[in-house]
């Protein structure tokens, strides 16, 4: 299982989750409850329900670099162009735009 942070300008909005099962989006608690909270993308209303997805969300697979920058990403840090979750991780921390996404190392809780 991997998961990772997903921020909305600088404010935690929820948690990345890839399994054996797909993908699942939960927004966070705190930021649902801000007054600021606004959704990451008009395909992930905001909710307190979690989203489900066999494959990796569109809205995140479109942050994740193209073409001749996906080439340089993947061989500069020895990924598979074909991991997306682990692109996203990667390469999504600074995004052009309001979304980061940051990774959660696996001894994290």
Not at 70 to 90: E, Q, S, V
Request: negative net charge; glycine residues 8%; charged residues 25%.
């Amino acid at each position: 299982m991997r998961r990772a942070e997903v921020y909305y300008r600088d404010m935690k909005a929820g948690l990345l989750t890839e399994d054996e099962n797909g993908y699942l989006f939960c927004y966070d608690a705190a930021y649902l409850a801000s007054e600021q909270a606004e959704p990451i993308s008009l395909t992930l209303p905001l909710t307190n329900l979690p989203y489900h997805s066999f494959s990796l969300f569109p809205f995140f697979d479109g942050l994740i670099p193209e073409g001749w920058l996906l080439d340089i990403a993947a061989r500069n840090w020895k990924l598979n162009p074909n991991d997306r979750m682990g692109l996203l991780m990667t390469c999504c921390k600074d995004c052009i735009g309001a979304v980061g996404v940051i990774g959660i190392k696996e001894d994290e809780p």
